[in-house]
């Protein structure tokens, strides 16, 4: 079993900053892919970004060029800077991991933009 704990969430101001984190905890061994969903009020969860054990990333289009997704594999954590916050960018932020086929989710942390 893998367990995530996410901070960083809050409200911040349109085009403000934000820095979330993941730490993943208990079968951290053989973790391949570690990123980000977020699910707004109403909505779907959606895919915001991804990134390989060796580094590889992937964004949604929305985010690109705002959000930076990194990983320290030797603490097993994962975290996403997101810079030029938008009203749209409101939603609860989900970490995830991949391992051994079998995805794990933490539990969420909210952010909110002000326009």
């Known amino acids: 079993q893998v367990q995530l704990v996410e901070s960083g969430g809050g409200l911040v101001q349109a085009g403000g900053s934000l820095r979330l984190s993941c730490a993943a905890s208990?079968?951290?061994?053989?973790?391949?892919?570690m990123g980000w969903y977020r699910q707004a009020p109403g909505s779907q969860r959606e895919f915001v970004a991804r990134i390989s054990r060796p580094g590889a990333t992937t964004y949604t289009d929305s985010v690109k060029d705002r959000f930076t997704i990194s990983r320290d594999n030797a603490k097993s954590t994962v975290a996403l800077q997101m810079n030029d916050l938008k009203s749209e960018d409101t939603a609860v932020y989900y970490c995830?991991?991949?391992?051994?086929?079998?995805?794990?989710w933490g539990q969420g942390t909210q952010v909110t933009v002000s326009s």
């Open positions: 995830y991991v991949d391992r051994n086929s079998r995805t794990y």
């Open positions: 208990g079968l951290t061994s053989s973790i391949r892919d």
